[in-house]
């Protein structure tokens, strides 16, 4: 005859933890998901087991505001998908426009949109180093970044009048011509510069607990990077040459040599290391051009109203994050029927559910942080 | 390849039958030593030899080359595209919901990571209550997330879609945005 407390007192037999999954939203408003992003995470305990983006939070229908504008006036549009890259995004835009009217832009033109390009490179890349350490715990980064990214903006404030949302480029050149201390000023910066990435190297790539978080974590193989449609410094982490700038010259690119950063691990640390060096080819690339601007105008006339021919026309660009492609399906009228952006952040959101299952929530955090979320570029 | 391989390649996957019955008939014939017309059997080009009912190709308006497939086909199609040791577009780098006004489509832009070629697929229909396509998810897995934003804003369904739902929109959102025939008077600004 038992006791009552043997009754209950568990044996070998009748203990049952039963591993129980639950919903956690993260985000919204979560700090590493800079912006605003709600990630649905099924979690066993610590260990992910699905993770499923819900978008849309800042989604402003860019594609169907393009619809009514002119051409002139989607330019502008495009600064407030990826602001990071916002000169990039414009000189899509143009290209395509450009391509359209079969319209052959002055030399001048194509090397202070690589140059200006390339620096917006570098200032997206400081400020993805920054928020990177931060997100996993080094707050310190965040300040050095942010101090190096500063001056380009100031080389920025100088030339185009604005910091971020820059409007450089219109259809037909740019908006006027580069300010007197450019080329000084980048000069300056790319001497500084060059100091400051080994002190990044220092600071942060060689931590041993940074290491121990990134190797080995998030692991993409270059099949899936391609099968994802994934693309910049994470397709290139993962050993998938996919370089529009390599593959695709536009502008002044194909006068420049430069190497494709790639890494083959596929891990958080190589998608890492591959914007590290990227920084290292940008500046080589500000180097080859910026003391060969070649005189000459800085637009062509183009007609007050721009009507493109009837006909279907695509222009993909390397923004900070990868492939940019505009689609513009054109009637001949001065709007554009149809306008599609293929960003760069919407592919490469869709593969966190393949590499983030199976790791921890701490983990999931870091990995995001090396996919080099915008999030308005998701949403557009 | 170039376009014209490419078209030729593509074109000899959905042969016309009436050429193959017209070839067959030509054989037969030639019992009765009749050179000449040999000669033509072997003329016959690859475009002529493409079902016109079943795809049909273009170059115009586009700098890429077009196919425009019929529904029931695309994914046959796109399975070929992908696992043809000869094309193989293993690269889905953009993928767009259209409404041409009265027909409802999705463009397909494909490369070759390997030749680096590219094409560009085409899919329409006139049914606008209840567009429907296959799915090209289990080819290339971007396409998951692109196919589900093209429900949100074109309402086209997906035939064996793993998870179909609205991506952007909230789930009570009525109508479909991004149609030509889409009307808010509150939000959106005509001019």
């Known amino acids: 005859m038992k006791t009552e407390a043997e009754k209950i007192a568990p044996t070998a037999t009748n203990i049952n933890f039963k591993s129980e999954e639950y919903f956690v939203n993260m985000g919204p408003q979560h700090p590493a998901t800079h912006g605003v992003l709600r990630l649905l995470l099924t979690i066993d305990g610590e260990i992910i087991k699905k993770v499923e983006p819900d978008l849309g939070y800042i989604h402003r229908s860019i594609e169907k505001m393009c619809e009514r504008n002119s051409y002139q006036q989607i330019v502008h549009l495009t600064d407030r998908m990826d602001y990071l890259s916002s000169h990039i995004n414009n000189e899509a835009v143009c290209l395509t426009v450009e391509k359209a009217l079969q319209l052959e832009v002055p030399d001048r033109v194509k090397v202070i949109r690589t140059i200006i390009g390339e620096l917006t490179r570098i200032a997206s890349h400081c400020l993805w180093w920054g928020v990177m350490g931060m997100d996993v715990g080094a707050l310190t980064t965040y300040f050095y970044g942010f101090r190096d990214r500063e001056m380009i903006n100031d080389i920025f404030e100088e030339t185009c009048g604005a910091r971020l949302t820059m409007n450089y480029n219109i259809p037909g050149g740019l908006m006027w011509d580069i300010h007197p201390n450019f080329v000084k000023r980048t000069k300056e910066f790319v001497a500084h510069f060059k100091t400051k990435i080994p002190e990044y190297d220092r600071l942060l790539t060689g931590n041993i607990i940074f290491q121990k978080r990134m190797k080995g974590v998030g692991i993409l193989s270059k099949e899936d990077a391609i099968s994802f449609g994934a693309s910049g410094p994470v397709a290139r982490g993962s050993g998938y040459s996919c370089d529009v700038r390599k593959h695709h010259p536009y502008s002044a690119l194909d006068k420049v040599t430069f190497n494709e950063a790639l890494k083959t691990e596929g891990d958080s640390l190589a998608r890492y290391q591959v914007r590290i060096q990227e920084m290292w080819e940008s500046l080589s690339i500000i180097e080859q051009l910026i003391d060969n601007i070649p005189e000459g105008d800085y637009k062509v006339a183009t007609n007050t109203v721009i009507k493109l021919p009837k006909g279907e026309y695509y222009q993909k660009v390397e923004t900070a994050r990868g492939e940019l492609g505009v689609y513009i399906v054109s009637t001949g009228t001065k709007n554009p029927y149809r306008v599609k952006f293929r960003s760069p952040g919407f592919s490469n959101i869709s593969l966190l559910n393949h590499i983030a299952v199976g790791g921890k929530i701490g983990d999931l955090v870091a990995t995001m942080a090396t996919l080099d979320i915008v999030v308005p570029d998701i949403d557009r | ?191």
């Open chain 2, 1 to 191: 390849m170039n376009n014209n391989e490419l078209q030729e390649l593509i074109g000899s996957w959905f042969p016309n039958p009436e050429v193959t019955i017209a070839s067959v008939v030509v054989e037969e014939n030639q019992e009765s030593s009749d050179l000449s017309t040999e000669k033509n059997v072997e003329k016959i080009t690859a475009k002529e030899g493409i079902n016109p009912s079943l795809l049909s190709f273009t170059e115009e308006d586009s700098e890429f080359l077009t196919i425009l497939v019929k529904p029931e086909h695309l994914h046959s199609l796109m399975k070929q595209l992908k696992n043809n040791p000869k094309t193989q577009f293993d690269y889905l780098y953009c993928l767009t919901g259209m409404d041409w006004g009265k027909e409802l489509g999705v463009v397909y832009h494909l490369e070759s990571t390997v030749y680096r070629h590219q094409l560009v697929v085409k899919v329409n229909t006139e049914d606008r209550e209840n567009p429907v396509f296959d799915s090209v998810c289990d080819i290339w897995k971007t396409a998951e997330f692109h196919e589900r934003e093209v429900f949100d804003f074109f309402g086209i369904k997906f035939n064996n879609h793993p998870n179909l739902k609205y991506l952007f929109l909230t789930e009570e959102w009525e109508g479909y945005p991004l149609r030509k025939d889409y009307v808010d008077e509150v939000n959106m600004v005509i001019k």
